[in-house]
């Protein structure tokens, strides 16, 4: 079984930055990609940034340029940097971690850290 655990989240004010953490564990898997979703009330969950074992990084239109998307892959952790943030950026934000265990392929989900931007 593999876990995923997210920190890092909190209160900050509009402008300010974060950095949100996930770590996967677990025994007998690889790690495809790592990335991050939110989800603010009321809403669907949406994808905020990727980034492969190649190395290769997607991110949001509404995050590009202020979020930085890190992971390391000899620990299966991956950081999300998060500046200049602005209240819509307010929601819980999700690690997900695509796994490869023996012949299957799994999404795995962490259960959230909430970020909250004021004004």
């Known amino acids: 079984q593999v876990q995923v655990a997210e920190s890092g989240g909190g209160l900050v004010q509009a402008g300010g930055s974060l950095q949100l953490s996930c770590a996967a564990s677990?025994?007998?898997?690889?790690?495809?990609?790592m990335g991050w979703y939110r989800q603010a009330p009321g809403t669907e969950r949406e994808f905020v940034a990727m980034?492969?074992?190649?190395?290769?990084?997607n991110y949001a239109d509404s995050v590009k340029g202020r979020f930085t998307i890190s992971r390391d892959n000899t620990r299966n952790t991956a950081s999300l940097q998060m500046n200049s943030l602005k209240p819509e950026d307010t929601a819980l934000y999700y690690c997900n971690v695509r796994v490869t265990i023996g012949p299957w392929t799994q999404d795995r989900w962490g259960q959230g850290t909430q970020v909250t931007v004021s004004v």
């Open positions: 677990g025994r007998d898997f690889s790690v495809q990609h």
């Open positions: 980034l492969t074992t190649d190395g290769i990084t």
